[in-house]
C-alpha cells in the first residue's frame, strides 16, 4: 500500500489530463510510462539502494525523478480542481464545459515550472534567517547570545559533499557562540556517507557544536552514527545538558533522544535526566528533534525549545497536514505556556519527496535578549 499511494495522483493525471489531449497513443503511452517510473521513486530506491530513505544513484537521477514526482501530484491537484470546476458548471447549465487544449497546455506548463521551482528550493543552500529571543532571567553576560540552528540535513546523494561544505562555510562565517545541530543529519550508512558528512568537522563556534539525534538516526545504525558524530567534534546532548558558562553566570544546553527510540533498545527520550543536576536558576534551552513534547518541556521550565523533523511542511497546504501530525507544531515560533518553541523548517529534507513550495529552508539565527 505505501507504494500504490504515489499511484494515485498518476491515474488522476493519466485518465483525466493524458487521455483527453490529441496526442497520439505512442506519445501519451511514453509520457504515462515516464511518470509512472517517478511515482515509484520510494520502491525504485528501496530495490536499488536496500532503503526508501537513501537513494545511491547520480544525484542528477534524485533530480529528475523529484521534477516529474512534483509536477505529476501538483497537475493531479490542477485536474481535480478544474473537474470540480467542470461538475459545478455542468449542474448549473444543464452540461460539461468544453475545455480547451489550450488551457490543458497552459495548466501542465504551469506544474512543470512549479515541479521544478520547487526542487531547486529544496536543493539550494538555506538563506539566513535571523530571529530574536527575548528569555526572563537570561544572565546579562548572555545579552546578544548568538545560537545557530541546524536541522534535518538529510546529507545524502541529494544533499552531497559539495552541498554540505557550503552550508558549513555559510555557517562559520556567521561567527556564532554556539551551532545546534537537531537532529536527522544524513540519510544512509556510515560507510555511504562518511565523505559526504566530513565537512561537518569544521564547523567552528566559540562554546563548540552540539547535537541531538533525530528519527533517521534511528534507521541507519544509531550506534555508529553517534559515534561517527562525536569523532567529527560534535557533542551529542542524548538526555543530557552542557553548562555555558560567562564568568559566574550561566546557561544550559539540554538535549534528549528522539521519540523514535520509544520501544527499541536505545535510550527514549527523558527530559528529567537530561535537566538532572542543571544550575538553578539557569535558563534553560532544549533541543529536541520533533516538537510534538514541546507542552512537556514548557512544564519543566525549558525557556527555549530548538526543533525540527517537519521541514516546514515542505509545500503551503500540506503544511496543515504535517501539523495534525506533530501536536499543531509545523513552522516558526509558537508560545507554549509561556515557553518558546521554534520549529525549524529545516536546512535540508528527506530526498523522497525535495519539494517546497512556500515554506523555504534556513539557516537561522538566535539572538537572545533579556526579557524586561
Not at 73 to 99: C, E, H, K, N, W
Not at 224 to 236: K, Q, R, S
Request: proline fraction near 6%; include cysteine.
Amino acid at each position: 500500500m505505501f507504494h500504490l499511494f504515489p499511484v494515485i495522483p498518476w491515474l488522476v493525471v493519466v485518465l483525466r489530463f493524458l487521455v483527453p489531449l490529441p496526442w497520439v497513443l505512442p506519445v501519451k503511452v511514453i509520457v504515462a510510462g515516464v511518470l509512472l517510473v517517478a511515482s515509484q521513486q520510494l520502491l525504485i530506491n528501496r530495490l536499488s539502494s536496500g532503503s526508501v530513505f537513501a537513494p545511491e544513484y547520480p544525484r542528477p537521477v534524485i533530480l529528475i525523478l523529484n521534477v516529474l514526482f512534483g509536477t505529476m501530484t501538483l497537475l493531479a491537484l490542477f485536474q481535480l480542481a478544474l473537474d470540480a470546476v467542470s461538475l459545478m458548471a455542468a449542474l448549473f447549465y444543464g452540461r460539461f464545459p468544453d475545455i480547451p487544449v489550450g488551457f490543458r497546455y497552459c495548466m501542465g506548463a504551469v506544474a512543470i515550472v512549479l515541479g521544478a521551482w520547487g526542487v531547486s528550493q529544496a536543493a539550494r543552500v538555506p538563506p539566513l534567517k535571523n530571529v530574536d529571543v527575548a528569555i526572563a532571567g537570561l544572565p546579562a553576560a548572555f545579552e546578544g547570545y548568538r545560537l545557530l540552528q541546524l536541522t534535518d540535513l538529510h546529507i545524502s546523494r541529494f544533499f552531497p559533499r559539495t552541498w554540505a561544505q557550503a552550508v558549513v562555510d555559510r555557517s562559520n562565517a556567521l561567527d556564532v557562540d554556539l551551532i545546534a545541530i537537531t537532529g536527522d543529519f544524513i540519510d544512509g550508512s556510515v560507510e555511504s556517507r562518511s565523505d559526504d558528512v566530513a565537512p561537518l568537522a569544521q564547523l567552528k563556534a566559540r562554546d563548540g557544536v552540539f547535537a541531538v539525534p533525530g528519527n533517521h538516526e534511528y534507521f541507519f545504525s544509531y550506534d555508529d552514527w553517534m559515534a561517527h558524530d562525536a569523532g567529527l567534534g560534535i557533542e551529542m546532548l542524548t538526555n543530557r545538558h552542557a553548562v555555558i558558562s560567562r564568568g559566574s553566570e550561566q546557561l544550559v544546553l539540554a538535549g534528549v533522544t528522539d521519540l523514535a527510540a520509544v520501544g527499541s533498545r536505545y535510550p527514549a527520550p527523558d527530559l528529567g535526566a537530561a535537566l538532572s543536576g542543571a544550575p538553578a536558576g539557569a535558563p534553560v534551552i532544549l533541543l529536541d528533534h520533533q516538537p510534538r513534547m514541546a507542552r512537556r518541556a514548557a512544564q519543566a521550565g525549558v525557556a527555549l525549545q530548538l526543533s525540527g523533523h517537519t521541514h516546514g511542511g515542505m509545500v503551503i497546504g500540506l503544511d496543515r497536514l504535517v501539523a495534525r501530525g506533530n501536536a499543531g507544531f509545523v513552522s516558526g515560533r509558537y508560545d507554549v505556556a509561556g515557553m518558546l518553541l521554534y520549529v525549524n523548517n529545516g536546512t535540508g529534507l528527506w530526498p523522497g519527496f525535495a519539494t517546497r513550495l512556500g515554506r523555504p529552508s534556513e539557516l537561522t539565527v538566535f539572538t537572545l535578549r533579556r526579557k524586561p
